[in-house]
T-cell receptor, first 115, second 114 residues
Framework: DAGVIQSPRHEVTEMGQEVTLRCKPI?????LFWYRQTMMRGLELLIY????????DSGMPEDRFSAKMPNASFSTLKIQPSEPRDSAVYFC?????????????FGPGTRLTVL | AQSVTQLGSHVSVSEGALVLLRCNYS??????LFWYVQYPNQGLQLLLK??????LVKGINGFEAEFKKSETSFHLTKPSAHMSDAAEYFC????????????FGIGTKLQVIP
């Protein structure tokens, strides 16, 4: 099993540009999470999908952020327009089922730098 | 609301010494508790989890944690530190009854000194 796959691993962009982060969850997992990690705020949940449907997007910072999950094997997180304060490591995680015992499997992350 | 507090953002131990990373939780309902580890430039990996069965939980790489309800604690320990244990460790909580929203602590960076 390849695990959770994220691309790109690193992204450097200029303020105002659109950024799209991609995630392929583990096959068979039906829960998907997007997290943001910064030194100041730690690890924050941005959005949670179950069976491709957004269940909780209360962590999405503002309208500049949007996430989609068109099918069970692909999700995107888009920032438009990007700002320097969006610089962070963005993680995607997937989990089998919806039970609380289920472990979340994290991808390697995308390090985003907005200049 | 649920939360976890990790005491000490940085901990240093000598190789072979006891590792103790502290975590206290707050939850209005019985919690499920987790420890994750993050190695440099990698995602988080589950070390162990407490799900209301045994209060002493054993995980990977020789780590274990004990759930103490009276102290609202879930400290992570390892009898003898190894150089490969140098990483960042995150305590996390899910409150039973909800969906899988996990609340992570701020993390503790463990340095192992040779």
């Amino acid at each position: 099993d390849a695990g959770v796959i994220q691309s790109p691993r690193h992204e450097v962009t200029e303020m105002g540009q659109e950024v799209t982060l991609r995630c392929k969850p583990i096959s068979g997992h039906n829960s998907l999470f997007w997290y943001r990690q910064t030194m100041m705020r730690g690890l924050e949940l941005l959005i949670y999908f179950n069976n491709n449907v957004p269940i909780d997007d209360s962590g999405m910072p503002e309208d500049r952020f949007s996430a989609k999950m068109p099918n069970a094997s692909f999700s995107t997180l888009k920032i438009q327009p990007s700002e320097p304060r969006d610089s962070a490591v963005y993680f995607c995680a997937s989990s089998p089922g919806t039970g609380q015992f289920n472990e979340q499997f994290f991808g390697p992350g995308t390090r985003l730098t907005v200049l | 609301a649920q939360s976890v507090t990790q005491l000490g953002s940085h901990v240093s131990v000598s190789e072979g010494a006891l590792v103790l990373l502290r975590c206290n939780y707050s939850s209005s309902v019985p919690p499920y508790l987790f420890w994750y580890v993050q190695y440099p430039n990698q995602g988080l990996q589950l070390l162990l989890k407490y799900t209301s069965a045994a209060t002493l939980v054993k995980g990977i790489n020789g780590f274990e944690a004990e759930f103490k309800k009276s102290e609202t604690s879930f400290h992570l320990t390892k009898p003898s530190a190894h150089m490969s244990d140098a990483a960042e460790y995150f305590c996390a909580v899910i409150s039973s009854g909800g969906y899988q929203k996990v609340t992570f602590g701020i993390g503790t960076k463990l340095q192992v000194i040779p």
